[in-house]
């Protein structure tokens, strides 16, 4: 597989985006560094005139954009996804700045992988932050660090052209085949039901503690092999009840 | 001088821009990263609520802006400028990528650096180009450079925050004390005065020979000494005319 589309191979999610303007500059900035996939979570306005004014010359880009009524359906098969913040948050996910995360993001070859930016406004919500394995922020000035949407991109996008033409990648660490988003999901949701079904888990308030589990997980960047023996532990475990 | 004191020094000079939501953009962008010094060089419209609304928290810098009338005005004693251009170009300046020409840029200590952005459609003109020591390219797609005006700026102080906060600046090398614009602007005009009372330079098309001496002495760096040793020279070579 070429530079050029491993480029195109990663996948930038913009979710519940207000300005299509937002969303056309982002095309634009994608396409300059040579990016291409891009998915939509709940566009306010898409398409929109706005979006494909400033889009220039990346029309091509919102033409193939996917469209998304869920996260989940922007992540499916992902095996790494990062959250786009402005400052890493109490969370603690593993952290990135905006350079060392392109290098990780591209530590995955042949895999698809995400970026994820929120709300112009608000940014992403703490359940959209517990979808992701990382989160990447781009240090900015702590008086205003709040880049435009599309301006938070095109770094991020520089960032990871500059990380696959010039630096020097560390080869990747010999890993096993990496679990993707849906394999994650699948073991979250198994595990939830079992602990609901024990009484380990109010199911009136699951949050606090399903964050926290997401987040040790998270961290563990699992692998396909590992999640199929929690799962299995978890059928094991849950024929008791 | 601190580090923050530094950022703000540097100049970020756009030529002729034509839409006012790329000066608000530029604004936010500069003060996402710490930078203040905005000088705008016969903008289309300026004020103007477009710029405004873009700028978001960063109106401050709109309000500072210094608008000028001649590139010359906006570049006065700077002692480095940078042409930003989509790739380096035929001319033959010395040239950096972003990267390395943020940490060139910041090798001038207590002293003012400006970068210099064209125009929306056409970028710099031969003439703004001849005016600069050294050209900067933003590394991007061959297919499409064309970075937005804006997010040019965003990854240009983008990286010239990296390079003061998170990279190791090489120590400066021992300089002298740099010459500025005016002292080069003078040399220039000095020479050219000379070479056509010489009958060696034809007054009616003196551009693309003074573009070449104007190259190489943007690659020499002169130091505020050598350009008095060069006038000196030139003062006394003039008295036989």
């Known amino acids: 597989m070429n530079a050029f589309s491993r480029l195109e191979q990663i996948r930038i999610v913009l979710s519940h ?8 500059a982002t095309a634009r900035a994608m396409k300059t560094m040579g990016l291409g996939a891009l998915y ?3 566009p306010k306005h898409f398409p929109d005139p706005e979006a494909d ?7 091509d880009i919102l033409a193939r954009a ?3 009524t869920s996260i989940d359906a922007a992540l499916q098969h992902a095996v790494l996804v990062a959250a786009i913040t402005a400052r890493p948050r109490e969370l603690s996910l593993e952290a990135f700045d905006a350079r060392q995360g392109a290098k990780e993001l591209l ?3 042949n895999q698809p992988v995400a970026l994820l ?5 608000s940014g992403l919500t703490t359940e959209e932050v517990s979808k992701c394995q990382i989160v990447i922020h781009i240090p900015a000035n702590p008086e205003y660090p709040s880049l435009n949407l599309a301006s938070a991109v095109q770094v991020m996008a520089y960032e990871l052209r500059m990380a696959l033409f010039r630096d020097d990648i560390e080869e990747s660490i010999v890993r096993g085949i990496p679990a993707d988003f849906n394999d994650l999901e699948s073991l979250y949701a198994h595990l939830q039901q079992l602990m609901i079904t024990s ?6 308030k699951p ?3 399903m964050q926290r589990i997401r987040r040790l997980f998270a961290r563990a960047r699992l692998e396909k092999e590992e999640i199929q023996i929690l799962r299995g532990i978890l059928t094991a475990l849950g024929k008791r009840w």
Chains 1, 2 share one sequence.
Do not use: M, Q, W
């Not at 004014?53 to 029309?59: D, V, Y």
């Not at 009484?199 to 009136?204: K, M, R, S, Y």
């Open 40 to 42: 939509l979570v709940n």
């Open 53 to 59: 004014a400033r889009a220039s010359h990346a029309s």
């Open 17 to 24: 985006t207000s300005h299509p303007g937002n969303i056309g």
């Open 207 to 209: 949050k606090l503690l």
């Open 107 to 109: 530590s995955y070859v």
């Open 66 to 68: 996917e469209v998304c």
């Open 117 to 121: 930016f929120g709300r112009e406004n």
């Open 199 to 204: 009484d380990f888990l109010d199911p009136d």
